[in-house]
């Protein structure tokens, strides 16, 4: 039998290459979609040619062995409460959600219908970050001194703008590129965040959320690092965005950039000329390949809804950070 899986919503960017990922898996049967806008809805079907479903629980009554969920994040609590109560196990974007009260509620309701959670962060699946993992676990950079993380891209803009509405996102850059980075660091050294302090700004007024953020944090084992977390590439960029990151240690110095592998494209038509195609691995494919073993497999999936919840902490300690203009400390059960 097929494993099927369907994804619920397209309003986050990832859904278009998701159904992507879901297609050159064997054995997977991509069900179809749901997205509450029709308009978007019929446009998103008839590009894909995948079957759309107008309500959110028609596509989870179709029997659904795994559902993505790709809404707006503060939308991640509905799609994944409905889930949960169908009794499907989820993949969901990130952050998990807006605040920390939902993000609970998330887990207790998969907890109380026996639901696996597993929240999206594809760069754990990069053969460069687990590359730079290694050699931190191995301790080949020595003592690591420090760590400089970056996550850049442009303003989200068209059918995509919800990333820069506060009701909706949550923030704005911040809330967007910190959990990539936040979880990377978690992952990458088996340690926690403990403190948090950031500087955060608004530019260009066309927009009411935040588009630049740096901040300082500090892990459970001392190490120390930052992160630029900005809304910053102009539309004409030749790549969308990007994410990296510097490992100082002692004995020597890792350099990381997840999408380093592209050529340059030259063309007359479309909006950025020129441009970076990727040919790297997928990072997103990985993912989606576990998330799918899991459910095959019923146990699991190596990233969790702990996961998730942590990297959101740490954005949602930056935003209060800014505000009181001084380190926040987060606490951890010992």
């Known amino acids: 039998m097929p494993t099927r899986i369907g994804i619920l919503s397209f309003a986050h960017l990832h859904a278009e290459g998701y159904q992507a990922n879901l297609r050159a898996i064997p054995g997977v049967e ?42 707006e994040n ?10 949960a109560e169908a009794k499907v196990p989820i993949l969901c974007e990130k952050p998990i959600e807006t605040n920390l009260a939902d993000a609970k509620a998330m887990e207790s309701i998969c907890a109380k219908n026996g639901v696996w959670f597993m929240t999206a962060f594809p760069m754990r699946f990069a053969p460069s970050t687990q590359a730079v993992r290694a050699m931190i676990r191995k301790g080949e950079l020595g003592n690591v001194l420090g760590v400089n993380g970056i996550n850049h891209s442009e303003i989200p803009k068209g059918h995509r703008a919800w990333f820069a509405d506060n009701n909706l996102a949550g923030g704005g850059a911040v809330m967007d590129h910190t959990v990539h980075l936040a979880d990377l660091l978690r992952w990458c050294f088996a340690a926690e965040v403990v403190e948090v302090y950031a500087e955060i700004d ?62 340059t494209l030259y063309s007359n038509n479309g909006l950025r000329n020129p441009s970076w195609i990727g040919f790297g691995p997928d990072p997103n494919q990985a993912m989606i390949e576990e998330f799918v073993a899991s459910i095959q497999e019923n146990r699991e999936p190596r990233v969790t809804w702990n996961d998730g919840y942590q990297a959101l902490r740490v954005a949602l300690a930056a935003y209060e950070s800014a505000k009181k203009k001084e380190p926040v400390r987060l606490d951890h059960p010992s």
Request: net charge negative; glycine share 10%.
């Open 202 to 263: 608004i530019y260009p007024d066309e927009v009411k959320v935040d588009t630049a953020g740096l901040m300082l944090i500090m892990l459970s084992n001392g190490v120390q690092a930052s992160i630029d977390c900005s809304w910053s590439r102009p539309t004409s960029y030749p790549r969308w965005g990007h994410l990296k990151m510097e490992v100082i240690g002692e004995q020597g110095t890792a350099v990381m950039d997840s999408f380093a592998q592209y050529l």
């Open 30 to 71: 991509l069900i179809g979609f749901s997205h509450e806008n029709g308009d978007e809805g019929r446009s998103f079907a008839e590009k894909y040619g995948l079957r759309w479903f107008s309500q959110h629980r028609d596509l989870l009554a179709a029997g659904l062995d795994g559902a993505l969920i790709c809404g």
């Open 74 to 83: 503060a939308r991640h609590r509905e799609l994944a409460e409905m889930a």
